[in-house]
Nanobody, 125 residues
């Protein structure tokens, strides 16, 4: 079993930055893709970014050029550096882990077996 714990959320003004972290524990050797998703009030969960074990990255069009995903395999941690934040980025951000190595599309929530509890990011205008 793998467990994920996110941290780093908070309140920031538009144009500001935040860095989210997600620490994995347990059977981390089974973690392949790591992803970040977000869910705003009244909306469906949406893909933000993902990173493969070898470092290949994927981004949604809405965050490309503003957000950067990275991972430290030695620390079993994935990061999401968020710059130039906008009020539309306000959401609960979730970390997700693929633990069966069979991801076809890392942008789909169904590709991930393990989810964190989420961390709230609020961007004020």
């Amino acid at each position: 079993q793998v467990q994920l714990v996110e941290s780093g959320g908070g309140l920031v003004q538009a144009g500001g930055s935040l860095r989210l972290s997600c620490a994995a524990s347990g059977r981390t050797s089974t973690v392949y893709f790591l992803g970040w998703f977000r869910q705003a009030p009244g909306k469906e969960r949406e893909f933000v970014a993902a990173i493969g074990r070898s470092g290949g990255t994927y981004y949604s069009d809405s965050v490309k050029g503003r957000f950067t995903i990275s991972r430290d395999n030695a620390r079993n941690t994935v990061y999401l550096q968020m710059n130039s934040l906008e009020p539309e980025d306000t959401a609960v951000y979730y970390c997700a882990a693929d633990t069966d190595g069979r991801v076809v599309n890392p942008r789909r929530p169904s590709s991930y077996e393990v989810w964190g509890q989420g961390t709230l990011v609020t961007v004020s205008s």
